[in-house]
């Protein structure tokens, strides 16, 4: 062998040994990486529901626990049904798909919503709480066992998710001492008279809008629940930055809070 075939074997043997360590490590690197993550997740788990079971009904941690409790976060869920109203295209309602149960802690909406709510919990006042917008139903669970004696009812275009949901959230504990009730809703519709009907005599005192979340579909929903208002009510919009200028300009006799994405309208 020659002096140059000689150094080039042993550079060729050098680089495999190389390479074989640096693949050795690497597996090694992300297996402790996944050993490192699940411990972090349990032990904020545990940190959660340790908050969680000492948090009061209505306070953050406990919007927050009973949100992971009915299966927290959910991404790409498919639309499958949507208005014929729906102003997007169809490669727009295809991609990504729809996201839930991320209010309370992803998008940091606890904070105001125990502001609010809390109140209301504490007082032990018997509410009529309309949720639009309510995909799996997450929503809904925390709100039953929030206002057990209250009437809840939820509207969605597409109810086929909540049902599908519905085995596995009594399983983890929902509705037993309170059940929804589901009602087929599209938000781009003069619904006035629907709601009535729905309502039967009732006047709505938290309203959540968390549904197709354009400023035309926020606007039209306000403007077929306004009428059905209690006197004291809190209207909660969720996911339009802008929606609050609207909102203004057509009812300057509520009291507004908007701060980012999210507002809300009451009349106190
Ligand atoms: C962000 S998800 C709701 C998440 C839910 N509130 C939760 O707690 O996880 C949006 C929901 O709005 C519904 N939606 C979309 N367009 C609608 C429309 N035109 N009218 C009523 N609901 C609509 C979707 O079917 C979906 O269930």
Redo the contacts with the bound molecule.
Sequence with gaps: MSAVELLRSRHTHAFQAASWINAKLAVLFHKAQAVWRRRRLRSGQKHIRRRFSDAQPGERDWLIGAEIKYGGM?MHVP?N???SM?PRTDAQVTLGG??????MLYLNYGVKYAQYLRPLVREERSVTLA??????G??LAIWCDLFPQSRVLG????LG?IRGNMANLKQLGAFEKNQPELYE????LDNTQYLETILKGDRIDVCID???HSVE?IMTTMQCVVPHLADRFIYIIE?NVTVHRDIRAAYPQFTMDHKGPLTVVSNG
């Design positions: 959910v639309r049904k949507i208005s729906d729809m996201t839930g149960g991320d209010r949720e639009f917008g309510i995909l799996m997450t929503g509207l969605d275009i597409d998710h809703y599209d938000q781009f968390d549904g197709f579909s996911d």
